[in-house]
């Protein structure tokens, strides 16, 4: 079976530029998670998806960020504008219908670098 | 929200037992304790949950006093592929949400021959 993917694994791009990750859950899974690390920092929480529908999205930092996953399938996030401090590890987790949070299952990460 | 603190980094040799405790004072009544581990360019994988006293399974073992003011994650017998950065996280799973789970920093776990 298949693990969460996430595409790209790397991403430079320079400040005020748009970048889209995507994240591909394990099939099945309807609980979708998306966190990221900045640089020192700790790996913290921006948001959680059932199926399509957001269910808590009160870890995403500002409205330039903006997540969508169409279908309950897989998820993208589009940062626009990037800032500097949006650099980091980007990761992306899936858990079962009947799971939480304890049942994630993570993807490697997009490490995304804003010059 | 709990937060949780680790040391920073740990050394050990191969085939001993490594303790890595994990401070988390103001852990609450539904929150659980979790452990996970990271190698570089992976995501965190799940290791092992307790709520309270003491929890096996085939990777570790997780000791939690009466007071669940703390938890030690113990490792039998390390080898150099236990080389990993380690990861307290507390908070209910029950009817929680993500949003309530502390990452701590970490421990960098090394493993020498």
């Not at chain 1, 595409?7 to 899974?29: A, M, N, W, Y």
């Not at chain 2, 709990?2 to 852990?27: F, L, R, W």
């Not at chain 2, 789970?101 to 970490?106: A, I, K, Q, V």
């Amino acid at each position: 079976e298949a693990g969460v993917t996430q595409f790209p694994s790397h991403s430079v791009i320079e400040k005020g530029q748009t970048v889209t990750l995507r994240c591909d859950p394990i099939s099945g899974h309807d609980n979708l998670y998306w966190y990221r690390r900045v640089m020192g920092k700790e790996i913290k929480f921006l948001l959680h998806f059932v199926k399509e529908s957001k269910q808590d999205e009160s870890g995403m930092p500002n409205n330039r960020f903006l997540a969508e996953r169409t279908g309950g399938t897989y998820s993208t996030l589009k940062v626009q504008p990037a800032e500097l401090e949006d650099s980091g590890v980007y990761f992306c987790a899936s858990s079962p219908r009947t799971g939480g949070w304890n049942e994630q299952f993570f993807g490697p990460g997009t490490r995304l670098t804003v010059l | 929200l709990a937060k949780t603190t680790q040391p920073i980094s740990m050394d050990s040799y191969e085939g001993q037992e490594v303790n890595i405790t994990c401070s988390h004072n103001n852990i609450a009544t539904n929150d659980y304790i979790t452990w996970y581990q990271q190698f570089p360019s992976q995501g965190p994988r799940f290791i092992i949950q307790g709520y309270k006293t003491k929890v096996t399974n085939e990777v570790a073992s997780l000791f939690i006093p009466a007071d669940r003011k703390s938890s030690t994650l113990s490792l039998p017998r390390v080898s150099l592929s236990d080389t990993a950065v380690y990861y307290c996280l507390v908070g209910p799973i029950s009817s929680g949400s993500a949003r309530q789970l502390t990452f701590g920093s970490g421990t960098q776990l090394t493993v020498l021959p």
